[in-house]
């Protein structure tokens, strides 16, 4: 059975982006909607509908699916980070958690006027670093989530329920830095599976507490209900429909982005590429290939910017050290050492660095003087806050 896309045409007789239609072969037709930002406003298929509101930040602020009566709110830091989700309870008139302590509720669906226990619904609220990676979640009822990373690879998820008392999920990736197996403590296997090329969960990650999926992407109650023939990874700037394998809008950098593929995920090569932050692919850094780096020299200051190589904790400073390499090659000077890895500067509480509370890190790049002296000068770079 072959599935047919159609898209929205453009004035010039061709195609947007954007997708109009999806002829299933099943049967059936999904019909898409956008608003005038390019944001995905609805989807449709048959008498079921999933409503998507954004802000004046284009950034999603609601998820409503009338026909099942369920909805999910969304709120973002200055940062345009996902803060908190939670899903809605349209039948609530009252909830009273101050006067008697009981967190009890007075709604059309239990209670009536006496009172009764407040359903407990899905919600969660994120942190992320400095660099958009998922640092620490706290779920309702004061439990907390906190993935642990090696080069930006998850490699465990801790579970806090019980204060003094964590759970451990050991992780193993692919070549991506995909989940694709999980253990317990004790070595035990709690899961064991991977994902769809573009991310369906055949094998079960959710129920087994596994919420990460593509690099930078993760999944939670707080909305996964909210949509029956579609599902949505949350994934830093940008949500992403893996039934479809797009985003729901399109690229925050525009051209600078993903070109002209607005609305792809990975350049529709989900085997080989990943998008940790719904923004670009990340390129490798190459500092020994001159050709590519005089190429990055040439261009825009905001394009060297955004080639990272994730993987590396020195990301940054190979990086420096490929641009002035290429510089010092231009300029017929041989190229400076290469510079030593980043540091982690341990600060006590007591003496916080602006503007860092505790500890933070640095690293380190040559800059190198003109020829003929062609003198190396190193220097240390504030990298962020741990």
Sequence with gaps: MTDVYSYVPNLAGGRTAELAQIQLGAGGTRVYSFDAAGNQSQVTQGADVVMMTHDDANLLAALDRPSAGVGSDFLYDGRGFLRHAAEVEPDLLMRDGFETGDYACWSAVVGGRAGGVCPRPPQVGPVYSSEGLLHYQLKEGGVGKIPLYFARRPLAIVTVSVPDAPEYQFLSVDHLGTPNLATTAAGAVSWAGGFEPFGSDYAGAGPAGVFLRFPGQWLD?????????????????????????????????????????????????????????????????????????????????????????????????????????????????????????????????????????GDHWVYFRYDQGPPPQCICRRSQIFGGCL
């Excluded at 020299?297 to 910017?305: D, F, G, I, S, T």
Aim: net charge positive; hydrophobic share 25%; with cysteine.
């Design 221 to 357: 109650p707080a909305w996964q209900q909210e949509s029956s023939h579609t599902s949505f990874y949350y994934n830093v700037y940008r949500w992403y429909e893996l039934d479809i394998g797009r985003y729901t809008s399109a690229d925050p950098l525009g051209m600078e982005g993903s070109g002209s593929q607005h609305y792809s995920y990975a350049a529709a090569n989900p085997l080989v590429n990943t998008d940790p932050d719904g923004r670009f692919i990340p390129r490798p850094c190459k500092p020994d290939d001159f050709q590519w780096c005089q190429q990055q020299c040439q261009k825009a200051q905001r394009r060297l910017e955004r080639c990272q190589c994730f993987g590396l904790p020195w990301c940054l400073g190979v990086l420096d050290y490929a641009v002035a390499a290429c510089r010092d090659w231009q300029k017929g000077c041989p190229p400076c050492p290469p510079p030593p890895p980043p540091r982690i500067d341990r600060v006590p509480p007591s003496r916080p660095h602006f503007p860092c509370k």
